[in-house]
């Protein structure tokens, strides 16, 4: 008599398609839900952003508005309402290029679009009057805008 031992292994049939599908969309499903997850943090951090640069161009504006001070732009001087209304015309125009208050005196605020010139701006101070470039005038305020928000 003979003894016969037979080792039985487990063998591994192959999934079955549906289950292969399921798995597949599960991961589909993570990887979604990982995109919309980011783009969510995108679209937050983008409002942020830009309601931060929207806060501090209003501030311009009225500083600009409130300001005292003359503006010269191409060699005619204008009061600080003339200025607010050439330089709220340029920003509408800019306006979707515009992404920070960097960008709105760089494109609406410090220079002639056609002539090129840099426009000035001529304010009383105790020591008689101070004339500026309108950037330089405009980015200081900005600065000290930032300086008292924090």
């Known amino acids: 008599m003979y003894l016969f031992i037979v080792k039985v292994t487990r063998i591994q049939l192959p999934m079955p398609p549906e289950r292969i599908q399921f798995q597949r969309l599960d991961k589909l499903k993570e990887n979604k839900m990982k995109l919309f997850s980011f783009i969510c943090l ?3 951090s983008t409002f942020a952003h830009s309601n ?3 806060h501090e161009i209003k501030y ?3 500083y600009i508005q409130t300001s005292n001070c003359q ?3 191409n060699g005619d001087i204008h009061t600080a309402p003339e200025a607010l209304k050439h330089i709220e015309k340029k920003y509408q125009y800019f306006k979707y290029d515009i ?3 960097e960008m709105f005196i760089e494109k609406s605020a410090s220079k002639s679009t056609l002539s090129g010139k840099h426009y000035t701006v ?4 105790k020591n008689g009057l101070q004339t500026l470039s309108s950037q330089t005038w405009l980015l200081r ?3 000290e805008y930032r ?3 924090q």
């Open 122 to 125: 001529s304010c009383s101070t």
């Open 141 to 143: 305020a900005l600065q």
């Open 42 to 44: 995108l679209v937050l």
């Open 60 to 62: 311009l504006k009225q």
């Open 99 to 101: 992404t920070s208050a």
């Open 71 to 73: 503006f010269n732009r």
């Open 52 to 54: 931060n640069a929207e």
């Open 147 to 149: 300086n008292q928000a």
